[in-house]
């Protein structure tokens, strides 16, 4: 959607690297959700983020939400083969709408 | 199960007929979302029911689409008269409640229009 923009659209990355997936919104999020996709399944949902500034962890995934609220970045760390699929970023801007960006595709070489 | 069920799992039909897709919530959760996933594309957001009811439905693309929930638990998305740009899949989510809680995604109803 035009009011989430991920980035980048693709990363291949080797095994053991770092990476960071960035998700910008054209207006100050309510709150802001990372899900992770593969192919043929459905959305696992990974992390949520409502306060400016917050930052959560699970193992090796961290995401960050900045002060004003308008851009996430979606951290790994030592990447692995498992961390593969499409990451998305959601959103809820107001009562009746939820918006997803448009995916981030991670393939990691072994 | 303890997650959001949605059958069928796949679903090819002939252009011109009806669709039903069936979306099975997790208990307790008030909130139930609808998007459609093309091929390649991200999610886009069809429409959403608190409790039976759906605030707005002026995301579903046509007319040809409908979708109720009763007994505030199972929901179905009906698509009349399908044509081939249907074909998606169909992605059913629920939450606790909306207002930031996290949705909680089904596998998703794979459609092919013939």
């Known amino acids: 959607s035009q009011e989430l923009e991920q980035s980048p659209q693709s990363l291949i990355v080797q095994e053991g690297k770092n990476l960071t997936i960035n998700c910008t919104s054209s207006?100050?999020?309510?709150?802001l959700y990372w899900y992770k996709q593969k192919y043929g399944e459905g959305l696992i949902f990974l992390m949520m983020l409502q306060k400016g500034g917050e930052e959560k962890s699970h193992e090796k995934i961290t995401a960050k939400l900045d002060e004003k609220k308008q851009q996430s970045s979606l951290h790994i760390t030592a990447s692995q083969p498992s961390h593969a699929g499409i990451y998305l970023c959601g959103a809820q801007y107001n009562f009746n709408k939820f918006y997803f960006g448009s995916g981030t595709k991670l393939n990691v070489k072994p | 199960g303890a997650g959001v069920s949605q059958s069928p799992s796949n679903k090819v039909t002939e252009k011109g007929k009806d669709v039903e897709l069936r979306c099975d919530p997790i208990s307790g959760h008030t909130a139930l979302y609808w998007y459609r996933q093309s091929l390649g594309q991200g999610l886009e957001f069809l429409i959403y029911?608190?409790?039976?009811?759906?605030?707005?439905k002026s995301g579903l693309p046509s007319d040809r689409f409908s979708a109720e929930r009763t007994g505030g638990s199972v929901s179905t998305l009906t698509i009349q008269r399908t044509q081939q740009e249907d074909s998606a899949v169909y992605l059913c989510?629920?939450?606790?409640?909306?207002?930031?809680?996290?949705?909680?995604f089904g596998d998703g109803t794979r459609l092919s229009i013939l």
């Open positions: 029911f608190q409790g039976n009811s759906a605030p707005d």
């Open positions: 207006k100050t999020l309510y709150g």
């Open positions: 989510a629920s939450s606790l409640e909306t207002g930031n809680q996290p949705q909680h």
